[in-house]
C-alpha cells in the first residue's frame, strides 16, 4: 500500500478547504482475484475510468498500462455518504486506486 495525506489547503481544489481538510489518495493491492470479485458484482454497474489528479510522488505506484473501471454505486458503498471518496478497481493487477477527503470509519454498533 502506499498513500499519501495532503492538506487541503495546499492544493488546487475548487471549493474552499475547511480548517481541517485532509485529501487521503493511494493505492492498495488486493488479494489475487478480489479485484474480478469486486467488479463482478452487477449492482455495481463498473465502467472504464481513471485515476484523475495523481500526486507526482504516487504516480510511481501505479501499474503501468492499468484498465481502472470505477462505479457510481461501490463509492457510496464504501463511504457510506459520510464522505466525498472515489476508488477504482484494476482486475489485472487486483489493484485498488482510491482519492478521498476527510475518510472517517462509521461508529461501532457492537458491544
Not at 69 to 89: C, D, H, I, K, M
Request: without cysteine; negative net charge; proline residues 9%.
Amino acid at each position: 500500500m502506499h498513500w499519501l495525506g495532503i492538506s487541503l489547503g495546499d492544493d488546487s481544489r475548487l471549493s474552499v478547504p475547511g480548517p481541517i481538510d485532509v485529501r487521503v489518495v493511494g493505492t492498495a493491492q488486493l488479494e489475487a482475484g478480489a479485484g474480478a470479485a469486486v467488479v463482478a458484482v452487477p449492482q455495481r454497474d463498473f465502467r472504464a475510468g481513471h485515476p484523475g489528479r495523481v500526486p507526482e510522488k504516487l504516480a510511481v505506484h501505479l501499474p503501468k498500462g492499468a484498465a481502472w473501471v470505477r462505479s457510481e454505486a461501490f463509492n457510496q458503498e464504501v463511504t457510506g455518504g459520510r464522505y466525498p471518496g472515489e476508488f477504482l478497481v484494476d482486475v489485472g493487477t487486483d489493484r485498488v486506486y482510491f482519492d478521498t477527503v476527510d475518510p472517517s470509519v462509521p461508529a461501532s454498533t457492537g458491544p
